[in-house]
Nanobody, 125 residues
């Protein structure tokens, strides 16, 4: 099992920045990829970004490309999501997730086996 704990959410004005962290514990070596998803009120959960365990390959939703950066520190078993130029439409609960499977793409929630409890991000206009 892998336990994931997110932190770093909060309230920020449009144009501002936040950095989310996801601390992983347990059998982290069993995860091939780590991802971030978000869910806004009344909407379905959507993919935001993902990174392979090697840290070399990253994936982004079109809506966040150029503004968000996913990275990882394997020594700390932590994944980060740096969010810049935030917009009100980025407001959502953000979830960290870990995938045990090796897939050609990693942008579907069903591909992930472990989930954190979520951290709230609110962007005011």
């Amino acid at each position: 099992q892998v336990q994931l704990v997110e932190s770093g959410g909060g309230l920020v004005q449009a144009g501002g920045s936040l950095r989310l962290s996801c601390a992983a514990s347990g059998r982290t070596a069993s995860t091939y990829a780590m991802g971030w998803f978000r869910q806004a009120p009344g909407k379905e959960r959507e993919f935001v970004a993902a990174i392979r365990w090697s840290g070399v390959t990253t994936y982004y939703a079109d809506s966040v490309k150029g503004r968000f950066t996913i990275s990882r520190d394997n020594a700390k078993n932590t994944v980060y999501l740096q969010m810049n130029s935030l917009k009100p439409e980025d407001t959502a609960d953000y979830y960290c997730a870990g995938s045990r499977g090796y897939y050609s793409n990693v942008d579907r929630s069903w591909q992930y086996d472990y989930w954190g409890q979520g951290t709230q991000v609110t962007v005011s206009s």
